[in-house]
């Protein structure tokens, strides 16, 4: 994440053709769940897409607030004063948004004579959220504004609950599920602990069970497949059931994905696993028996039959029912299937959706 790409952002939307002028102040409110952020914008905005983006929000004046996310190496301090090197001579500011401690950054006036500032804040672990808002100065009340309504809700979950329903669902039929039997939606995850989007889409399935899996609307299968990286995924696949066997496999989950991020495919290894199941708490005896004897074979490839039968052909897949219905896709605005990892922003739409039907 460079400064100069948010500059270079900054220009090219200053080229977009004029939006139907306002016509009123009334505000809307935008939630984007990958950065634990929501906060208020006037309702006549347009939402357009800009490659680096997750989302650009741009008024007829060519007024603009854009979010980008990315994982860093350091600190977000020293991301901010690398950028404060480019600013000349503005400083960075701490400043506090309900939920987090963010920093902010003046940019300096552009060519059309708009003022910019970038705000940022630690979404986890190592990956940051930045805003940019860029405008003339008679707008910067309305970003003061938009700034003071920013909420930031971080990611907290029941570590031990999710490893209670891991072991309680393994034992009584062979499938890792989270939520109540009873949430009258049902969402299937297929994965591949070897496919770097399902490692990126991670977090975003946490968001999930903490907005629907929490509150009974939701319940999540996990069906994991090795498509991918077949020896090194069979490994950490069955590192996953041996470990929820013994009542810790949403621990294992998270930690074959920190795994990955912080050494990559490498870090997949029988030894490996070993390790991190002693690490956190395991009968390693019984575990290592169980990951070298692959007790869970079985279990594997009824994963991959299950997933050819939905039609899966790529991971991570996210397919949906209510009711005793197989699970599908969820289609998409151009009326296709909707494969992939579907961005929250949309995806809480589409499940608000099934549980208003």
């Not at 080229?15 to 906060?39: D, I």
């Not at 994982?71 to 400083?91: K, M, P, R, V, Y």
């Not at 003061?144 to 920013?150: A, E, G, N, Q, T």
């Amino acid at each position: 994440m460079k400064l100069y790409k948010l500059l270079l952002a900054a220009v090219l939307l200053a080229a977009l053709p004029l939006l139907a002028q306002a016509q009123s102040a009334e505000l809307t409110l935008m939630r984007w769940p990958e950065a634990n952020l929501e906060f208020e914008y006037p309702a006549e905005w347009s939402l357009i897409g800009e490659d680096g983006f997750e989302f650009i929000l741009v008024d007829a004046e060519g007024n603009f607030v854009g979010l980008q996310m990315g994982q860093i190496d350091g600190s977000l301090e020293a991301l901010f004063a690398g950028f404060a090197e480019n600013s000349t001579g503005n400083e960075v500011e701490e400043i506090e948004l309900e939920g987090s401690t963010a920093l902010t950054l003046k940019i300096p006036t552009d060519s059309n004579g708009r003022d910019g500032r970038l705000v940022g804040y630690t979404v986890e672990n190592n990956t940051v959220a930045l805003l940019i808002l860029v405008g003339k100065p008679e707008w910067q009340t309305l970003s003061d504004s938009l700034l003071s309504s920013i909420v930031i809700t971080p990611v907290e979950l029941d570590e031990a609950v999710l490893n209670e329903a891991f072991a309680t669902s393994l034992e009584a039929d062979q499938i890792l599920r989270v939520g109540s039997s009873d949430a009258p939606v049902k969402m299937v995850e297929v994965l591949d602990f070897s496919c770097p989007h399902c490692v990126d889409y991670a977090g975003n399935v946490k968001r999930i069970i903490q907005k629907y899996v929490n509150s009974g609307d939701v319940q999540i299968e996990f069906r994991i497949v090795t498509f991918i990286g077949q020896e090194r995924s069979e490994v950490v696949t069955h590192a996953q059931y041996c470990a929820a066997e013994q009542g810790l496999g949403w621990s294992m989950h998270e930690g074959i994905f920190a795994g990955y991020n912080s050494e990559g495919g490498a870090y997949y290894s029988e030894e490996n696993m070993i390790v991190l199941a002693e690490e956190l708490g395991a009968d390693t005896e019984r575990f290592t028996a169980c990951v070298q004897d692959k007790k869970y074979a079985d279990v594997i490839e009824q994963n991959a039959e299950v997933a050819e039968e939905l039609g899966v052909t790529s991971t991570p897949s996210l397919l949906f029912t209510t009711g005793e219905a197989t699970p599908q896709f969820l289609t998409s605005p151009n009326g296709e299937a909707w494969r992939g990892g579907i961005q929250l922003h949309f995806l809480y739409q589409e499940i608000d959706k099934l549980l208003e039907s």
